[in-house]
């Protein structure tokens, strides 16, 4: 199935639609960006030059997506979520002439496999969140998240650990460091840290 792109959504001709994937109303997509098949692009986010995004990702309305930003397949980004680029902004340098692309270097958001980012959250590059995490509505992100991980507030801390069904997570009784997803039943070990999928 070929793309769907609402007439007044802006996609530069060097950006590349994969099959399957809509973009709706008074979106715009950068030159060079490339997303991939069966994408969602909500009324008016923003896709930056050379954004990578992979398949079956979800940017919903107002989302801002910002260069050189890589969405891995399967993450959701929430309504108005932001992901940053720049770690000291300024919109002059010190002798207040204004800056412009070549004055400085823009830093990356990696956000992996199935991880999703509530509404109105900030990733403040440069930043990992790790695969199948859940970044909360409204939470800060200025540090590496790890994979599973739920994390909220300003700054974002984890508070939980959630599954691949984005619930979160409950410890086994009786047994330290297992914790098992409510709707699937899949266990998953926690170790220095860190949550593992049982293979």
């Known amino acids: 199935m070929p793309a769907r792109i609402e007439p007044t959504a802006q996609v530069d001709g060097t950006a590349e639609v994969g099959d399957g994937t809509t973009v709706w109303d008074l979106a715009q997509i950068r030159e060079e960006a490339t997303l991939g098949r069966g994408c969602i692009v909500g009324r008016g986010a923003y896709v930056g030059p050379g954004v990578r995004i992979g398949d079956h990702v979800k940017l919903q309305n107002h989302a801002l997506v910002y260069e050189p930003a890589e969405l891995d397949d399967g993450v959701f980004v929430g309504p108005a979520a932001v992901l940053t680029n720049d770690h000291f902004p300024r919109s002059v340098d010190p002798d207040g002439k204004l800056k412009r692309g070549g004055d400085w270097e823009p830093v990356a958001v990696k956000v992996r496999e199935g991880a999703s980012l509530g ?69 998953y070990d926690e170790k220095d840290g860190f949550l593992l999928e049982r293979g």
């Open 119 to 187: 509404a109105r959250s900030v990733c403040v590059a440069p930043v990992v969140v790790g695969r199948w995490a859940l970044v909360a509505a409204g939470a800060v992100v200025t540090r590496d998240v790890p994979d599973f991980a739920l994390v909220a507030g300003v700054p974002a801390r984890r508070i939980g650990w959630v599954g691949r069904a984005g619930e979160r997570l409950a410890e086994v009784e009786g047994e330290s460091g297992v914790w098992q997803c409510p709707r699937t039943g899949d266990r």
